[in-house]
């Protein structure tokens, strides 16, 4: 069965580099037609979509995060990490990975069927 587990720390101070990792077990991360994201939640602005990577490799990233976040993949281990560079307090929030697939009712928007538990990050001096 599809699996995925985000690792990383739990605390990251203001002005470093956020990096979490997805595991993915269950599937190929190169398998079509899936795209390999992330997200993050807050109780004050609810479900954020970070990015991507997509099943050849393309990436993709929400326009509100400017340059500050990247996602690559290492598919010899069937893992896709988030960089977030730099981190402010207000990044602090519940962090997700997540299999999604375009959806075939809204344009531009992914669904998902497949979780991580989810990893609280909280970004403190």
């Known amino acids: 069965q599809v699996s995925l587990q985000e690792s990383g720390p739990g605390l990251v101070k203001p002005s470093q580099t956020l990096s979490l990792t997805c595991t993915v077990s269950?599937?190929?991360?190169?398998?079509?037609?899936?795209?390999w994201s992330w997200l993050r939640q807050t109780p004050e602005k609810g479900r954020e979509w970070m990015g991507a990577v997509g099943y050849s490799g393309s990436t993709y990233y929400s326009p509100s995060l400017g340059s500050r976040a990247s996602i690559s993949r290492d598919t010899s281990k069937n893992q896709f990490t988030l960089q977030l560079n730099p981190v402010t307090p207000e990044d602090t929030a519940k962090y997700y990975c997540?299999?999604?697939?375009?959806?075939?009712?809204?344009?531009?928007?992914?669904?998902?069927?497949?979780w991580g538990q989810g990893t609280q990050v909280t970004v403190s001096s």
């Open positions: 997540a299999r999604g697939y375009n959806s075939l009712k809204v344009p531009d928007e992914y669904e998902y069927d497949y």
């Open positions: 269950g599937t190929s991360i190169t398998a079509p037609y899936y795209y």
